[in-house]
């Protein structure tokens, strides 16, 4: 296990930061259950002391690293929905692009949180409880976005159009190569989020085609 050293250097801005990177690194690889403090503090080169000190339990500290990351991803996708034109032609897939990039590049955290954001999507009532604080407000912005794309979508399909794109983008952004090795090809980033666009825009068509008919 790597762990960074601690300094007297540090401020206290830096401890927590390497504090939440050690954190969402620990609870990737051994889950909630299997993460204790010892071992979180010793990857995060600080004492046990200053890790009760900063954030109480293990909970709050896991509620820190759902802040921190999901705050991230949220200015960032809420930021290129801003700039979508939902009465373009692409309208519908910009919306995914600004759904699915985000998790994706550099503010997504890469495949650890890519782990626990896997674990949010189908997890117990503390995840329920995390997933409602930190993601379900920029969620219903996306709902709305996909409404205006959708005419005669209701908000009930919108959401559930949401969140089954959410889920296979769970399943996306571990990066665990299974695709590719079916495949016995290679893809790249760009790739894989257009994958999912083109995907999820199909998905989205159809439920709107349904929608139509059935209120036709």
Same mark, same amino acid.
């Given at each position: 296990?790597?762990?960074?050293r &601690? #300094?007297?250097? *540090? ?12 954190a969402?690194v ?16 010793a990857?995060a ?7 009760h ?8 500290l896991y509620?820190?690293?759902?802040k #921190?990351?999901?705050s991230?991803?949220?200015a ?8 979508? *034109? ?13 759904m ?21 999507i ?24 996909l409404? &205006? ?11 559930q ?18 695709? &590719? ?5 290679? #893809?790249?980033?760009? &790739?894989?989020?257009?994958?999912l ?11 709107? #085609?349904e ?6």
């Open positions: 296990m790597s762990a960074v &601690e #300094s007297s250097k *540090d401020t206290k801005a830096d401890a927590l930061s390497r504090i939440l990177a050690a969402e620990e609870f990737a690889e051994r889950g909630f259950d299997g993460a204790g403090m010892k071992a979180l503090a990857r080169g600080v004492s046990q002391s200053l890790l000190y900063h954030f109480g339990s293990k909970d709050k509620a820190a690293v759902i #921190s990351r999901s991230r991803i949220n960032q996708r809420l930021e290129m929905l801003a700039a979508v *034109d939902t009465s373009s032609e692409d309208g519908l897939a910009q919306v995914f692009r600004a699915f990039a985000p998790a994706f590049g550099p503010a997504g955290g890469g495949r650890a949180f890519a782990r626990i954001f896997a674990g949010l189908a997890g117990n009532e503390r995840d329920k409880a995390l997933v409602r604080a930190y993601y379900d407000e920029t969620a219903k912005a996306f709902i709305a976005a409404q &205006e794309c959708l005419p005669g979508t209701s908000a009930l399909d919108a959401a159009i949401y969140q089954c794109a959410l889920g296979v983008m769970a399943m996306r952004l571990p990066r665990d190569g299974r695709a &590719e090795r079916l495949a016995g090809s290679t #893809s790249h980033e760009e &790739e894989r989020i257009e994958t666009v083109r995907f999820a825009v199909g998905g989205a068509k159809a439920i709107q #085609s929608a139509n008919q059935q209120g036709g």
